[in-house]
């Protein structure tokens, strides 16, 4: 049986990136509040979801990832909240993001 969601795909974050940053706290409020801004018509926000090491470890930067990105093999990495909004555009796979 396949179902499909009424929520947007989820966006992942890395908890290391977000607990080792001295802007973690302001980035993932940015992304939830991001996320919610872009919700579409009828569909419910994507969720931001924590989760474990990516092994990328960058050392001023949060590493997000979506399902699509993923696929692409592809990561965004984040240093500052004002990244944000660009960022979930590159995780959408959107050009001249």
Do not use: H, W
Not at 8 to 14: D, E
Not at 25 to 33: H, Q, T
Not at 39 to 62: N, Y
């Amino acid at each position: 049986m396949i179902v499909c969601s009424r929520r947007a795909a989820p966006v992942l974050v890395c908890r290391k990136c977000l607990k080792r940053s001295d802007v973690g706290r302001d980035v993932r409020r940015a992304l939830k509040s991001e996320l919610k801004a872009n919700k579409r018509d009828g569909t419910k926000p994507a969720k931001l979801i924590v989760t474990g090491c990516f092994g990328l470890c960058p050392k001023q930067s949060i590493v997000i990832a979506s399902g699509a990105s993923l696929a692409r093999q592809e990561y965004v990495l984040v240093a500052d909240r004002d990244q944000v909004p660009r960022a979930l555009a590159l995780l959408d796979g959107k050009p001249g993001a």
